[in-house]
C-alpha cells in the first residue's frame, strides 16, 4: 500500500483538462502516509549539472550532514571555496536554484489542489554514502523516524519532501514503516505522554498580551505543544530498539534516476544505503489538505481533546 507509482503516461493525463479528479487522489494517497513514486523523474537534470554534483565529496561529514541551499537568501553552505574552488560553489549554487525552482513549478502544477499553501523550504544535496555512517544515535537516518526539526518548529505545517536518486547504478534504498495514527499507538500512551496544550499566560492574561501588543512579540520559533510531541516522536522512534526490530514495514528500493515524495514528518522512514540524491523540502499548510483530519497536528488534536499549536 505505501509506495504510489506514477509512470510518465499517468501523469501527462493528469494534467489534462479530466486529470484534476486523479490528482486530488495523489494528494489523499500522500496524506494517507503513502509514497507517490516516479520511477522516471519528471524533473531530469541536465547531463552537465549531474558531472559537477557527482565531482562533489564532501569533507568534514560529521559537521555537515548535506550541502544544503536556502531558496529565501538564494544561500548555499556544505561546499568550501577553499577545497573547491570559488567557480564550483557557484555552479553548485545555480544548480540547487533552478533545481529548487523546477520542482516548485511541477508541483504547483502536480499539487494542484493546495493552492500553493505552502512555504518553499531548504533544498539538499546527500553526496555521502548512506551505507555505515557514523552518527550519534539521535542523527541517524538508518534507523527507523518522523522528521521534526529541533531548532524550526512547524506549527503543525506538513512537511513534504521531494527526492531524487542521481546515483547513475545504484538504488537508493530505504525502510517505510505504517501511517501515522497506526504508529503513533506504539508509543502514545506508554513511551510518550499525549501532548497537552499548555497555555502559560491563561485566558486572560492572552486577551492582555493581544491588547498591549504583547502577543507579537512571541517569537516564531518557539516550540508549541505539536511541536515538542513531534520532536519527542522523533527520539522516542530512534531510541526504541523494540520498535525498530518488530514493526510493520516495507523495503523499497529507488531507482536511479528516480523521483519521490513523501510527508516525512508523518510516515516513519530510514535510508540504508545509496549515495548522491537532491532533496526540496515544502512546509505546507494543514488546511490545504484534501484530507485535513489526516493531517498530524488533527489526528494529535482529536487524540488530547486540546488544541496544540
Ligand atoms: C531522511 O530523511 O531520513 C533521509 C532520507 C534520505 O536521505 O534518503
Ligand atoms: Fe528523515
Given at each position: 500500500m505505501p509506495v504510489h507509482t506514477i509512470p510518465q503516461t499517468s501523469l501527462q493525463?493528469?494534467?489534462?483538462?479530466?486529470?484534476?479528479k486523479q490528482l486530488r487522489a495523489w494528494c489523499a494517497d500522500l496524506e494517507a502516509g503513502g509514497v507517490l513514486y516516479f520511477p522516471v523523474t519528471p524533473l531530469p537534470i541536465p547531463a552537465e549539472d549531474l558531472e559537477v554534483l557527482l565531482g562533489q565529496q564532501q569533507t568534514g561529514s560529521k559537521l555537515h550532514k548535506n550541502i544544503a541551499y536556502k531558496p529565501k537568501n538564494d544561500e548555499l553552505t556544505g561546499v568550501d571555496a577553499k577545497t573547491s574552488g570559488a567557480a564550483t560553489v557557484r555552479q553548485v549554487q545555480e544548480i540547487m536554484r533552478r533545481y529548487s525552482q523546477n520542482i516548485e513549478r511541477f508541483l504547483t502544477r502536480f499539487l494542484a489542489p493546495y493552492k500553493q499553501r505552502w512555504v518553499l523550504d531548504y533544498a539538499s544535496y546527500r553526496p555521502l554514502e548512506e551505507k555505515g555512517r557514523d552518527l550519534k544515535l539521535r542523527r541517524r537516518n538508518d534507523l527507523l523516524h518522523t522528521d521534526a526539526f529541533p531548532t524550526r518548529p512547524t506549527h503543525g505545517w506538513r512537511i513534504l519532501r521531494f527526492f531524487h536518486n542521481i546515483h547513475p547504478t545504484r538504488t537508493r534504498d530505504w525502510i517505510i514503516g505504517e501511517p501515522f495514527p497506526r504508529v503513533?499507538?506504539?508509543?502514545?500512551?506508554?513511551?510518550?505522554?499525549?501532548?497537552?496544550?499548555?497555555?502559560?499566560?491563561?485566558?486572560?492574561?492572552?486577551?492582555?498580551?493581544?491588547?498591549?501588543?504583547?502577543?507579537k512579540?512571541?517569537?516564531?520559533?518557539?516550540?508549541?505543544?505539536?511541536?515538542?510531541?513531534?520532536?519527542?516522536?522523533?527520539?522516542?522512534?530512534?531510541?526504541?530498539?523494540?520498535?525498530?526490530?518488530?514493526?510493520?514495514?516495507?523495503?523499497?528500493?529507488?531507482?536511479?534516476g528516480s523521483s519521490w515524495m513523501v510527508y516525512t514528518e508523518t510516515v516513519p522512514h530510514a535510508v540504508l544505503a545509496g549515495q548522491?540524491?537532491?532533496?526540496?523540502?515544502?512546509?505546507?499548510?494543514?488546511?490545504?489538505?484534501?484530507?485535513?483530519?489526516?493531517?498530524?497536528?488533527?489526528v494529535l488534536e482529536k487524540m488530547a481533546g486540546a488544541r496544540l499549536v
Open positions: 493525463n493528469a494534467f489534462t483538462a479530466a486529470g484534476s503513533i499507538g506504539s508509543f502514545v500512551p506508554g513511551t510518550l505522554a499525549m501532548p497537552r496544550s499548555e497555555n502559560i499566560l491563561g485566558r486572560g492574561g492572552k486577551q492582555l498580551a493581544k491588547a498591549t501588543g504583547l502577543s512579540l512571541v517569537p516564531q520559533w518557539k516550540r508549541t505543544p505539536y511541536d515538542d510531541f513531534m520532536m519527542r516522536l522523533h527520539n522516542a522512534m530512534k531510541e526504541n530498539e523494540d520498535f525498530q526490530q518488530s514493526c510493520v514495514k516495507e523495503n523499497v528500493q529507488f531507482a536511479p548522491y540524491a537532491l532533496e526540496q523540502t515544502f512546509l505546507v499548510d494543514p488546511a490545504a489538505m484534501v484530507t485535513p483530519e489526516s493531517a498530524p497536528v488533527a
